[in-house]
T-cell receptor, first 114, second 112 residues
């Protein structure tokens, strides 16, 4: 069963506009959420994270929003740049001691149109 | 500092063979996790090692195994390869409680 879902396999956004990537989860034990970015032939790189005690975390052009009641999080990229074109993975973790396991979504391919 | 190093980068094997992949974590990182990435499936968790002990295991058959050495380097082994094992295998290391992994570039395994 897919506990972390990214329902949009792909997204195209004009350069300079806002990109919004969405992620839903089903496991109530998840309390830490991360976004990773992946280019072809490379491993994913960490982008931004959020703890369940917060509803927003911002880092430069990237902001992650968490709605716990809806079990939904989103990543906003503003303004979008051509270098942002990549596959974005949402991941979640239940932060009990000794558990480093991340559960990933299937990814959203973001294409920024110049 | 050096990142997570995975070797080899590419591998072609035939069905029925076995394969061993290697991962050297970032210095000081004691947790090493392995993931399989296939198109449309995202990253599927294989297992996690910490201080030479397997701490978590995903839903993969027993053909997939791993180990971790005292210097935190890790290997994963796949025996009796099947065509469906063709994937990108990613290793990641982390510090306990760290907010995220650092991934290696992966090993692209093709089974023919």
């Amino acid at each position: 069963d897919q506990q972390v879902k990214q329902n949009s396999p792909s997204l195209s956004v004009q350069e300079g506009r806002i990109s919004i990537l969405n992620c839903d989860y089903t496991n109530s034990m998840f309390d830490y959420f991360l976004w990773y970015k992946k280019y072809p032939a490379e491993g994913p790189t960490f982008l931004i994270s959020i703890s369940s005690i917060k509803d927003k975390n911002e880092d430069g052009r990237f902001t992650v929003f968490l709605n716990k009641s809806a079990k939904h999080l989103s990543l906003h990229i503003v303004p979008s740049q051509p270098g942002d074109s990549a596959v974005y993975f949402c991941a979640a973790r239940a932060s009990n001691f000794g558990n480093e396991k991340l559960t990933f979504g299937t990814g959203t391919r973001l294409t920024i149109i110049p | 500092k050096a990142g997570v190093t995975q070797t080899p980068r590419y591998l072609i094997k035939t069905r029925g063979q076995q394969v061993t992949l290697s991962c050297s974590p970032i210095s000081g990182h004691r947790s090493v996790s392995w993931y399989q990435q296939t198109p449309g499936q995202g990253l599927q968790f294989l297992f996690e090692y910490f201080s030479e002990t397997q701490r978590n295991k995903g839903n993969f058959p027993g053909r997939f195994s791993g180990r971790q050495f005292s210097n935190s380097r890790s290997e994963m082994n796949v025996s009796t390869l099947e065509l469906g094992d063709s994937a990108l295998y990613l290793c990641a290391s982390s510090l306990p409680g760290n907010e995220g992994y650092t991934f290696g570039s992966g090993t692209r395994l093709t089974v023919v």
